[in-house]
């Protein structure tokens, strides 16, 4: 019944089992496909509590912070937005009041347990109708070139096994002239906001997740900021894949960002 609910899917991840009995140096490929799986299995594994552990271990900031976004992304009322890896709707959902009834907002994810939850959420408020979920890949998006109005990302792209893909994809279905806002962690050239990040990690978000046995999965928070781009370095990447505009933006002194980039 839950899967009727979310039709139309598309699964566009392909299983990636490899069937070739013979490897050779140009098509053996394991490690970037066998972590966008992993990476897929941890967000379906952790679907059950992410929205209250977000509400918890940010004390409802988070949601200023999607606030903020959905505003740089400078949707309005009629549009056709796009919401890259929506996992369980916030975003989405505040963009839906944007755009309103003459609007429309798609929302996809990779993790059939996250738009299993954004499904059941839309369902208990009727105004959330013009939202549709789509089960797809950031990197090889299912839509025409110059689709949308506008489009947000809320950690996600930190979270993707190619950046440079994800944004040259972004760019393709964007309209010219509208923006993208991708909100993340922020990774701090300040060693003191960097350290405090690091801290409430170790000391505060992984003991709690571990009351849940997800103390691993949420270690990676750290690993993949660490991983991550600074702010300088995103606005470089927006301008490189072929933004005309890119500016970063720090939130909650630091802790969190917001790269703007405008096709
Ligand atoms: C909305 C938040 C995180 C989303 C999130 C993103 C990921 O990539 C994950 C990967 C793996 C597991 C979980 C996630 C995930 O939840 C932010 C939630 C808050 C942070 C977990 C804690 C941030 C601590 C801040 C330093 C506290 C700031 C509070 C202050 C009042 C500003
Ligand atoms: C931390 S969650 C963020 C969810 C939501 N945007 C929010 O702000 O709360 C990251 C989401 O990115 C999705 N994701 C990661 N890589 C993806 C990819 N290649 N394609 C589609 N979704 C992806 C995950 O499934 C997960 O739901």
């Known amino acids: 019944m839950a899967t009727m609910l979310l039709l139309p899917f598309r699964t566009l991840i392909p ?50 912070w999607k606030r903020m976004t959905v505003s740089w992304a400078g949707a309005k009322a009629g549009d056709h937005v796009l919401d890259i890896c929506c996992g369980s709707g916030d975003l989405s959902f505040l963009l839906s009041q944007k755009v309103g009834s003459d609007g429309k907002v798609t929302g996809l ?4 347990e996250q738009l299993l939850i954004a499904s059941s959420k839309q369902h208990s408020k009727n105004c959330f109708s013009n939202i549709e979920w789509i089960e797809g890949d950031a ?26 893909k994800a944004m040259q994809e972004i760019l393709r279905v964007l ?18 906001t960097s350290t405090i ?15 849940y046995g997800l103390s691993e999965d949420y270690k990676y928070l750290k690993t993949s900021i660490r991983g991550f781009l600074t702010g300088k370095e995103l606005e470089k990447l927006a301008l490189e894949v072929g933004f005309s505009s890119a500016r970063h933006y720090e939130l909650s002194g630091g802790l969190m960002g917001c790269l703007v980039a405008m096709r």
Request: aromatic residues 10%; proline residues 5%; glycine residues 4%.
């Open 15 to 64: 299983s990636f089992s490899s069937s070739s009995s013979s490897f050779s140096s140009s098509n053996f490929r394991p490690a970037p496909l066998r972590c966008s799986n992993d990476r897929q299995a941890l967000f379906n594994r952790i679907a059950p509590v992410y929205d209250n552990l977000n509400d918890l271990l940010s004390l409802g900031q988070h949601r200023i």
């Open 109 to 112: 994810d990779f993790s059939k």
């Open 139 to 164: 990197l090889d998006l299912p839509f025409s070139n110059g689709s949308f109005d506008a489009i947000t990302m809320g950690y996600g792209l930190r979270n993707v096994v190619d950046r440079p």
């Open 175 to 192: 309209k010219a002239g509208s923006r993208v806002a991708i909100l993340d962690f922020n990774k701090s050239e300040e060693l003191l």
């Open 197 to 211: 990040t690091e801290w409430m990690i170790d000391n505060v978000v992984v003991p709690v997740a571990s009351a």
